[in-house]
């Protein structure tokens, strides 16, 4: 078994139906800015589905969990990689602390993946928009959790 992974100049919101998609947020579930704005549009519901995932399981609970969200849409991991929307990595959360979240949202859904038989996951950057995390910090986690995987990981940038 051999990590794949690829960066790709593509839109994550038309990429090839066999993948799953993930994305970080918040435990608050604000879900109003950034690459979420169009996963919300074409996966329906998910946003409630986030906040009920939240609230049933504690806010603070939550964080360092992927939550899995099934639609007619596709599959998409939601990794709840800090507490308040206006966290950032460095500011509100130390990085450490944020990267450490990452690790374990990343492990949680490796788990789930594998669990439902998911072989294809695409994400964009995750934690390097609004999140300020280094990508070269970010890929190195996404590389420790995913090495003995056989999932294929395409990041999509723009």
Not at 7 to 16: A, E, F, H, T, V
Not at 30 to 56: D, R
């Amino acid at each position: 078994m051999k990590l794949k992974l690829d960066i790709k100049n593509q839109d994550l919101m038309l990429i090839d139906s066999k993948y799953a998609i993930c994305h970080c947020i918040s435990a608050d579930c604000a879900m109003g800015k950034g690459v979420v704005v169009p996963i919300v549009k074409k996966y329906v519901g998910i946003k409630q589905a986030c906040q009920s995932f939240a609230k049933s399981n504690n806010e603070n609970a939550v964080v360092g969990r992927a939550f899995r969200y099934a639609c007619e849409a596709g599959v998409v991991y939601n990794l709840f990689s800090k507490k308040i929307f206006r966290h950032k990595a460095g500011y509100g959360v130390t990085i450490e602390q944020y990267h450490s979240n990452l690790r374990n949202c990343l492990e949680d859904m490796k788990i789930q993946m594998l669990s439902n038989g998911e072989k294809f996951i695409a994400m964009p950057k995750i934690a390097c928009g609004l999140d300020r995390c280094e990508w070269k910090d970010v890929e190195q986690i996404i590389k420790d959790v995913f090495d003995d995987a056989d999932i294929e990981i395409l990041v999509c940038v723009i």
